[in-house]
């Protein structure tokens, strides 16, 4: 399908309600050009319980996008010559391994090389976060190759809150969500009382229903994730990130120029088809969000969604098309198939996608099902073809591809994909 400009709202408006009633979506959806915003909807419902729907002033967790915000926080106290990009973390946290060549700059755009785990504490200080954290083999040197990981925001919150001398959640407060007018924004906790805010869901992999999630504590994702807000608060900072009004142009510019890979400082960078794409994408137990803005068009596009399953890559870029009128399809209602043992048993096997990370297929009572390492609950398959299969509640393709006549690997279609290769015995 392609859309006109003038069938931008109508494509979007039938976009959504194509996903939401495929139980597919829940949640706002936001698109604006030349700065106006032409199209702002809700759907579904941000508490299921008690049939209480989202509205367009409902707050969402959103995930990662946080880490455009806690970025700015930083990227000021550079302009304020409190810190530079090239202060090794030496100079902040003497203790932590590797320290003197990792420098602020190698956080804030994931090159920084580190790896490990968390505390284990149900609710550490950012104190406590930095001090336990466990240490693996770094994965490569600092400054060198791109790899994403939610412990160099949680250092940088960790530093610009020591270097202030405030708690970081004040810190982000004053120094970004005031000045860009977002009232309705602010880092989470799992305590925190507003009627606004919308129940995260996930699906029970067993019977496809929704599920509130129970959640881990949301404080402890700190400037790498917390965040809450709205579509307008989202809105306001689409207009002023750039603007000279949060930090110079020149900071800006610097933030959302590539330093390895397609990530710069905070944000992610891409080339669509010639226009100059500057976003974030976010993800958080039952949630999902996606900031996109193209600058020199003066285009938006924000997702906000409390449905953790939501493909909000393909649902995002389904939006994009319709902007660009481009083509695109709308989501269809799969249908269930029976297979014969003999083909289900061909799929049976573990299919790896790093020395971290496999999943299990078996054959149980003519069904296939799936389990991911570390998981204790496997997933059932369920056969659209002799080769195609997908999961209850978002129905996610899962694909066998076979090389030379047998089976090699497992594709699946979320997110952007992904690819495992199948164990040989």
Do not use: C
Not at 12 to 40: C, D, H, M, P, R
Not at 64 to 93: C, R
Not at 159 to 185: C, D, W, Y
Request: hydrophobic fraction near 35%.
């Amino acid at each position: 399908m392609n859309a006109g400009a003038q069938d931008i709202p109508g494509k979007a408006a039938e976009l959504l309600k194509a996903y939401t009633a495929q139980s597919k979506f829940s949640g706002n959806v936001l698109i604006a050009k030349q700065g106006q915003i032409i199209f702002q909807q809700s759907y579904g419902y941000a508490d299921r319980r008690h049939n209480t729907a989202n509205t367009l002033e409902t707050t969402f967790r959103v995930g990662s996008l946080t880490k455009m915000f806690t970025s700015a926080v930083v990227l000021k106290l550079v302009e304020a010559k409190k810190l530079s990009l090239q202060d090794p973390l030496s100079k902040f946290i003497p203790a932590f391994p590797g320290s003197d060549s990792i420098k602020i700059i190698h956080l804030l755009s994931h090159t920084s090389g580190i790896r490990g785990r968390g505390t284990g504490k149900a609710l550490p200080t950012l104190e406590e976060q930095v001090k336990l954290y466990q240490f693996d083999t770094p994965a490569n040197m600092p400054g060198t190759t791109f790899e994403y990981n939610n412990f160099n925001y949680i250092l940088l919150s960790y530093i610009a809150q020591k270097i202030s001398g405030r708690p970081f959640e004040k810190l982000l407060a004053n120094e970004v969500f005031t000045v860009a007018g977002m009232e309705h924004s602010g880092l989470d906790r799992n305590d925190r009382n507003d009627l606004r805010q919308a129940i995260g869901y996930q699906t029970n992999p067993a019977s496809g229903d929704w599920e509130a999630v129970t959640g881990k504590p949301v404080e402890t994702a700190s400037g790498a994730g917390a965040m809450y807000s709205t579509l307008s608060d989202l809105f306001k900072w689409s207009q002023l990130a750039g603007s000279g009004k949060i930090y110079s142009v020149a900071t800006y510019d610097l933030a959302t120029k590539p330093v390895q890979g397609n990530y710069g400082l905070g944000w992610i960078i891409n080339d669509h088809n010639g226009h100059k794409e500057v976003s974030h994408s976010g993800a958080i137990e039952g949630y999902v969000a996606n900031f996109i803005s193209y600058p020199e068009e003066g285009i938006t596009i924000i997702l906000l969604s409390n449905y953790g399953d939501t493909d909000g890559r393909r649902l995002s870029g389904d939006l994009r098309a319709i902007v660009f009128n481009e083509p695109y399809e709308l989501p269809r209602q799969k249908v269930a198939i029976a297979l014969p043992d003999d083909i289900l048993r061909r799929f049976a096997g573990t299919y790896e996608l790093n020395e971290h990370f496999n999943v299990t297929v078996t054959l149980e009572n003519n069904k296939l099902f799936a389990l991911a390492k570390g998981d204790n609950m496997k997933i059932e398959l369920i056969p659209e073809s002799d080769h195609k299969f997908f999961l209850r509640g978002p129905q996610t393709t899962v694909e066998f591809l076979e090389e030379s006549g047998k089976v090699s690997h497992l594709f699946v279609d979320m997110q952007g994909g992904m690819k495992l290769s199948r164990k040989q015995d």
